[in-house]
């Protein structure tokens, strides 16, 4: 098995531990300048079938193959949801109390669909818990860093968040002209920024990082 395909190894030993469910979780938009954070759950059981042909966490596949394996992964997984947090809520609350309510708005997502969060553990990409500070009930969390390389569910979550927040960057582009969203997603390009300078900010814009560009993780 190549290094960049994910697998059930991982869910199939929480399952085997005792959890019912394990909920694949990523976020994509944590580095942008511009638009949303987002949080992608994805949720899975033992009976899980086959992995969609071709996931790959979202990095590291085109926005063409994007496209093709979302709707396929939101019908592989049991459940899936999509939370997200503002560019005025990331400028309000920093990036890691965002997070956690993007991840908050998705898990609550899951419970209207009728997943069962109580039995259930999240499988979270990274070695930071941002998730059970936002939650007036803690859930449980196993972090793992590459979990979105390594695990299926949190790959399936990664390209379903991804495709979300493209969908609404490039629709914003169509709101605010001038910026490039489609083609840069709300990114720091240099013609992004070129773009701020002639056009001045938004309000879709992370006006504290813009501030201190310099400290954006790339």
């Given at each position: 098995?190549?290094?960049?395909?994910?697998?059930?190894?991982?869910?199939?030993?929480?399952?085997a531990?005792?959890?019912?469910?394990?909920?694949?979780?990523?976020?994509?938009?944590r580095g942008a300048i511009a638009g949303p954070v987002s949080v992608g759950l994805a949720v899975v059981d033992v009976t899980i079938g086959p992995l969609p042909v071709g996931l790959r966490d979202s990095k590291m596949l085109s926005e063409k193959k994007r496209e093709l394996i979302a709707p396929l992964a939101t019908e592989w997984a049991l459940f899936s949801?999509?939370?997200?947090?503002?560019?005025?809520?990331?400028?309000q609350l920093g990036i890691s109390r965002a997070l956690g309510l993007a991840g908050k708005r998705a898990l609550v997502l899951l419970h209207e669909?009728?997943?069962?969060?109580?039995?259930?553990?999240?499988?979270?990409?990274?070695?930071?818990?941002w998730l059970n500070p936002a939650l007036a009930s803690p859930?449980?969390?196993?972090?793992?860093v590459k979990a979105d390389r390594d695990c299926a569910s949190v790959a399936a979550a990664s390209v379903v968040a991804k495709v979300n927040r493209d969908r609404l960057m490039i629709t914003s582009d169509g709101e605010y002209p001038g910026y490039g969203w489609a083609g840069n997603k709300g990114y720091g390009s240099a013609s992004h920024f070129a773009a701020i300078a002639e056009l001045g900010a938004?309000?879709?814009?992370?006006?504290t990082?813009?501030?201190?560009?310099?400290?954006?993780?790339?």
């Open positions: 098995m190549a290094v960049s395909d994910p697998h059930l190894d991982v869910e199939r030993e929480m399952h531990a005792g959890a019912r469910f394990v909920i694949g979780c990523d976020e994509v938009g949801s999509v939370g997200e947090a503002s560019a005025l809520e990331v400028d669909m009728g997943a069962n969060i109580r039995e259930s553990v999240v499988l979270l990409d990274g070695a930071f818990d859930v449980r969390v196993q972090k793992r938004t309000e879709l814009h992370r006006h990082w813009l501030k201190n560009t310099e400290a954006i993780p790339a």
